[in-house]
């Protein structure tokens, strides 16, 4: 049997490495695949979690100089969880046969430690918006295969002498496969029909408040406007349950594990939550709102109007919400974080067809087609083959 460690940083990163590995074993049936999330806990279909893991308060966003989540990480125990995580792979060499790196250079850095053949497979950097500098360039190199996000970066590294390739972007992969009658169930009835997705940290509770308070101002004057709230599998319903009851909003239970709960004002459906892979909405939705990653790329990549909003006191995250508009362009629309601008926003692109029309043009241009999970699958497989 052979053993493959995947290492990810990030939250959308550990859904590419599950996806991964799915595609890995479908390839090699005899694979055993193994998870070290270097941020936050992982909870993977395709993979055995393994090593050091741990949720810290900044949920993984520290980079850009972010001075504050970094030292509120610090003091969560960052240090000693980056040396036990480092302990753990420079152990692992006798108990693999490769490692696949997904996230920043750093994950790879990491990975390497493990001195084992390396896939590194790159989702923050991208010529659009922040290229790799030279020294990422060097650690780079180091990998057996370079798997980036567009061909454009591909091309600029293959120009400095790293064998950089672009087969797909594997986010355009990760919600295409779903059984869509759960999505069909959490957005019966509305019309619009919206996908409201607050992200997969902790401050999605918070978020997923305010969505549904723009929401909900948008419908008082579309009545039949409503949404499917997905709900991440690092969180749990009733976290959002707690957090929407103190918002003043009446929740009712449902028996159903995929739309476990009703958010309701004055006995009207505003909202479904939603248990599932957002392959199964995004077919029927006429724009995703929220405040995710991956997941807004991945409806991007389906050809769906993307809008965020710039919630937050200190702004602190604005870098991060800048840095995925560089990326996706006019696909992904930002509106200010206060309830009736988010409002109004939303009700003007609403009302829009040929603007969300060529954002969701937008969209599939900048992420590109499908396949590239199958492809970085079968270059893993030739790695194990080549020892």
């Given at each position: 049997?052979?053993?493959?460690?995947?290492?990810?940083?990030?939250?959308?990163?550990?859904?590419?490495?599950?996806?991964?590995?799915?595609?890995?074993?479908?390839?090699?049936?005899?694979?055993?695949?193994?998870?070290?999330?270097?941020?936050?806990?992982?909870?993977?279909?395709?993979?055995?979690?393994?090593?050091?893991?741990?949720?810290?308060?900044?949920?993984?966003?520290?980079?850009?100089?972010?001075?504050?989540?970094?030292?509120?990480?610090?003091?969560?125990?960052?240090?000693?969880?980056?040396?036990?995580?480092?302990?753990?792979?420079?152990?692992?060499?006798?108990?693999?046969?490769?490692?696949?790196?997904?996230?920043?250079?750093?994950?790879?850095?990491?990975?390497?430690?493990?001195?084992?053949?390396?896939?590194?497979?790159?989702?923050?950097?991208?010529?659009?918006?922040?290229?790799?500098?030279?020294?990422?360039?060097?650690?780079?190199?180091?990998?057996?295969?370079?798997?980036?996000?567009?061909?454009?970066?591909?091309?600029?590294?293959?120009?400095?002498?790293?064998?950089?390739?672009?087969?797909?972007?594997?986010?355009?992969?990760?919600?295409?496969?779903?059984?869509?009658?759960?999505?069909?169930?959490?957005?019966?009835?509305?019309?619009?029909?919206?996908?409201?997705?607050?992200?997969?940290?902790?401050?999605?509770?918070?978020?997923?408040?305010?969505?549904?308070?723009?929401?909900d101002a948008c419908a008082a004057e579309r009545p039949t406007l409503g949404g499917a709230l997905s709900i991440a599998?690092?969180?749990?319903?009733?976290g959002f349950i707690e957090r929407l009851r103190a918002d003043g909003w009446q929740i009712d239970l449902r028996d159903?594990?995929?739309?476990?709960?009703?958010?309701?004002?004055?006995?009207?459906?505003?909202?479904?939550?939603?248990?599932?892979?957002?392959?199964?909405?995004?077919?029927?939705?006429?724009?995703?709102?929220?405040?995710?990653?991956?997941?807004?790329?991945?409806?991007?990549?389906?050809?769906?109007?993307?809008?965020?909003?710039?919630?937050?006191?200190?702004?602190?995250?604005?870098?991060?919400?800048?840095?995925?508009?560089?990326?996706?362009?006019?696909?992904?629309?930002?509106?200010?974080?206060?309830?009736?601008?988010?409002?109004?926003?939303?009700?003007?692109?609403?009302?829009?067809?040929?603007?969300?029309?060529?954002?969701?043009?937008?969209?599939?241009?900048?992420?590109?087609?499908?396949?590239?999970?199958?492809?970085?699958?079968?270059?893993?497989?030739?790695?194990?083959?080549?020892?």
């Open positions: 049997m052979t053993r493959v460690l995947f290492v990810s940083n990030g939250h959308g990163e550990a859904a590419i490495a599950d996806r991964l590995a799915f595609e890995l074993q479908r390839l090699r049936p005899q694979a055993a695949c193994d998870h070290l999330a270097l941020v936050g806990e992982g909870r993977s279909r395709s993979m055995r979690e393994v090593g050091p893991q741990r949720s810290l308060p900044s949920g993984g966003i520290v980079a850009m100089g972010n001075v504050r989540n970094i030292v509120r990480d610090v003091r969560g125990g960052l240090v000693g969880l980056t040396l036990a995580q480092h302990r753990f792979l420079r152990r692992a060499r006798s108990q693999y046969d490769a490692c696949v790196a997904i996230g920043d250079v750093f994950a790879l850095l990491m990975t390497l430690a493990t001195h084992l053949p390396t896939v590194y497979v790159g989702t923050a950097k991208s010529v659009l918006v922040a290229p790799y500098g030279r020294m990422e360039e060097r650690v780079l190199r180091r990998a057996r295969a370079i798997f980036v996000r567009d061909a454009a970066t591909a091309e600029r590294l293959r120009e400095h002498g790293v064998a950089a390739r672009a087969p797909g972007n594997v986010i355009v992969d990760l919600y295409g496969e779903a059984d869509p009658q759960a999505g069909l169930r959490a957005l019966a009835g509305f019309d619009p029909a919206l996908a409201l997705v607050p992200g997969s940290r902790t401050s999605a509770y918070d978020d997923a408040a305010f969505l549904l308070r723009a929401v599998s690092t969180l749990t319903a009733q159903d594990e995929a739309v476990p709960f009703v958010v309701m004002r004055q006995g009207r459906a505003i909202a479904r939550a939603f248990r599932g892979p957002l392959g199964a909405l995004f077919g029927h939705v006429t724009a995703v709102i929220g405040q995710a990653g991956t997941a807004n790329e991945a409806a991007a990549a389906a050809g769906i109007p993307v809008v965020a909003f710039e919630l937050g006191d200190d702004r602190k995250n604005a870098w991060y919400r800048m840095r995925q508009h560089g990326l996706l362009g006019e696909a992904l629309e930002i509106l200010p974080g206060d309830v009736p601008r988010a409002a109004a926003g939303l009700r003007a692109l609403l009302g829009d067809a040929s603007k969300r029309e060529r954002m969701g043009a937008i969209g599939r241009e900048r992420m590109g087609g499908p396949g590239g999970a199958r492809a970085i699958a079968e270059c893993i497989a030739e790695v194990l083959d080549a020892g």
